[in-house]
């Protein structure tokens, strides 16, 4: 199998070599040149979708016609195809036994090329054999039948895609030029471009990093990146999906912050990586969290409302840049880390009561530490629910309010997206909670009416109602 593949890969450029004398296949005919290839080119007689052409084809095995060598070199039109097949070996190929189609590119095609290139590709001789080769079909394809194929599969193993428009037919960007240039050992057809792979023009993706820093809408992100010396981290192995503002998000913030946070690494560094998720999210993938939790530590809420896809209260305005360590989605505003359970109650004016609880019962400490923990947090018109008078007992009360608001606590960070796979769920205060999802999400019978409030220790969902343990 090596051996004939190595035929094959030599023979290719030998038929590139032998494209060069594209021009003068037709000796053997009063008409030199034949017409572009076309789906109606009149030399289709021979078409191998049709009829086998290594019985059919009359320049098959034909001692009369030169090979594909002996045309190349004897046209003045592929001198450069001549010097690049005698340069990767493969003259000796062209000019022995095969069936090839080989689509020749004329000295001028050489010479689009960006400078120098030729002048690399004769040094490089693995590349220029992966560029030759390409140019070769393992079959005598006449021009009826090219004109006929969606993509025909080189000896060099990429495929080659044609088209055909207005009578021109295209193999990638090339036009045929010139067609059926038969040789003893197969057929020419001319082109006014050279191929190049698609392996060798892809780009390698960039690093996180480096993408970063080649965009002109991140030079902020970059200073700020880089201050936190975290360029290599986002430059290393990964995966990393990064949510990324842009300048003009960083601009939005407060007069003075982004001065404050190059002066403050621990902190600058703590609100990047809350940008960052280990692993690699598309944004199919990330549409279906409720909450993702980031390098930091802690979870930042998405939202989805039609086409528009928030992160807590950024909006996602292009996604999915891919990167070689990982992929990158646009966010119009910087994403703060959340506060702990304690101080997002305090701060939140629907929790007055809850906050007052709290402290009473001094809980502020715990609902501010490590964690983590889900918090079922009634708001005061829940509190205001309650019998007259009850309140009140509980304040003076302080194990029975222990008792009752340890009740609204689990010692886990549950999503929405949990809770309502479960039945039940064990509360700090020991007792089970019951979990009913059959008129709306309730939990012992409160309504579940906002979720996935992101806290730095936790996760906060609020209820209508406050809940009692069954010894209460």
């Given amino acids: ?115 120098g290139t030729v002048e690399a590709l004769l040094e490089d001789i693995p590349t220029l054999t992966a560029i030759l080769t390409y140019h070769a079909v393992p079959a005598r394809l006449d021009a009826s039948a090219v004109s006929s194929s969606t993509t025909l599969t080189t000896i060099q193993g990429e495929s080659i895609t044609v088209t055909v428009e207005g009578g021109v037919v295209k193999l990638n960007d090339a036009i045929v030029t010139m067609t059926n240039l038969q040789a003893s050992n197969g057929i020419v057809h001319v082109i006014d471009t050279v191929l190049i792979p698609p392996s060798l023009t892809e780009e390698e993706p960039k690093t996180i990093t480096e993408i970063v820093v080649e965009s002109e809408d991140f030079e902020t992100l970059e200073a700020a990146v880089i201050a936190a010396d975290l360029d290599e981290t986002l430059a290393g192995e990964g995966p990393f999906t990064v949510f990324a503002p842009t300048d003009a998000a960083f601009d939005a913030l407060p007069e003075g912050t982004l001065e404050a946070l190059l002066a403050d690494i621990p902190q600058l560094t703590a609100i990047l990586t809350y940008h960052v998720v280990a692993g690699e999210v598309p944004a199919s993938e990330v549409v279906t969290r409720s909450l993702v939790t980031t390098l930091q530590g802690s979870a930042f809420k998405v939202t989805v409302d039609g086409e528009t896809v928030k992160i807590n ?30 101080e997002i109650v305090v701060e939140n004016e629907d929790f007055e009561t809850l906050e007052a609880a709290v402290i009473a019962a001094d809980l502020d400490e715990t609902l501010a530490g490590e964690g983590p923990f889900t918090v079922f947090a009634p708001t005061d018109a829940a509190f205001d629910a309650l019998p007259e008078g009850t309140l009140e007992a509980l304040l003076a009360d302080i194990p029975q309010l222990t008792a009752v608001l340890t009740f609204h606590v689990v010692a886990e960070a549950l999503p929405a997206s949990e809770v309502v796979s479960r039945s039940s769920v064990t509360t700090v205060q020991g007792s089970p909670a019951a979990i009913s999802t059959t008129e709306g999400v309730k939990i012992e019978g409160a309504n579940i009416i906002m979720t996935d409030i992101p806290a730095a220790n936790g996760i906060i969902h609020v209820i209508d109602a406050v809940i009692l343990p069954p010894e209460s």
């Fill in 1 to 115: 199998m090596k051996a004939t593949s190595l035929r094959y890969a030599h023979a290719t450029l030998a038929i590139l070599a032998c494209a060069s004398l594209l021009t003068l296949s037709a000796c053997g005919d009063d008409d030199d040149d034949s017409p572009p290839a076309s789906a109606n080119n009149s030399a289709a007689n021979n078409n191998p979708a049709n009829n086998n052409p290594a019985n059919n084809n009359p320049g098959n095995n034909n001692p009369q016609l030169p090979t594909i060598a002996a045309l190349v070199a004897g046209s003045e039109d592929f001198d450069t195809l001549e010097a690049a097949a005698t340069a990767a070996g493969l003259v000796t190929v062209l000019d022995g036994e095969g069936d090839f189609t080989v689509f020749a590119p004329t000295d001028a095609a050489f010479e689009k090329l960006p400078a």
């Fill in 313 to 342: 209260d950024a909006t996602v305005t292009m996604t999915n840049i891919p990167a070689s360590n990982g992929i990158i989605h646009v966010l119009d505003a910087v994403i703060l880390p959340p506060k702990t359970i304690t």
